[in-house]
């Protein structure tokens, strides 16, 4: 079963959040644009919320309809927080988070560089939590796999965005190494 509750979306938010600001830092963007991926982050799915309504969730997968509503949830997100004070830069990235590089994503099917830079961070950060995170229908995936997983599917991700987003998710691992060889 589907469940848009509001508990699942800010959980997934945060996560999203935070790996999106650590990609935005990775990637050397300046500090108040890493806080509004972080921002974005944390709001990108809130057009969930309003799906319940729409999607039964009790079939898997989903009807055609079904997926037809889920895949407006860019847009409804982004008319729920239009006129709030949010930058354009965060509604650019919230709206466009599902576009794949290759040309593939949704609403628009924007591809390459026409994607905006924030929705192209927001992307594999997305998807990282999504495999991450258990969902009704399957457990959540290690994190190795789930690395495993998005490199089978990597025609999707922005590939300097994807590099400093291995940089983000590995920076722990680097830090220890790092201590390791000042002790040696």
Known sequence: ????DLMSVISHGITVSNLAYEVGEAMALPKDQCYELALAGILHDIGKLRLSRYVSGTEDPLVVEEIKYVRRHPQLGCEALQNRGYSSFVLESIYYHHENYDGSGYPQNLRGEEIPLGSRI?????????LTEKRPYREAFDPETAIRLMIDEIKNFDMQVFLAFMKAVHKDDQEKERRIEQCS
């Open 122 to 130: 927001l992307r594999v950060c997305d998807t990282y939590a999504a």
């Open 1 to 4: 079963m589907i469940d848009y």
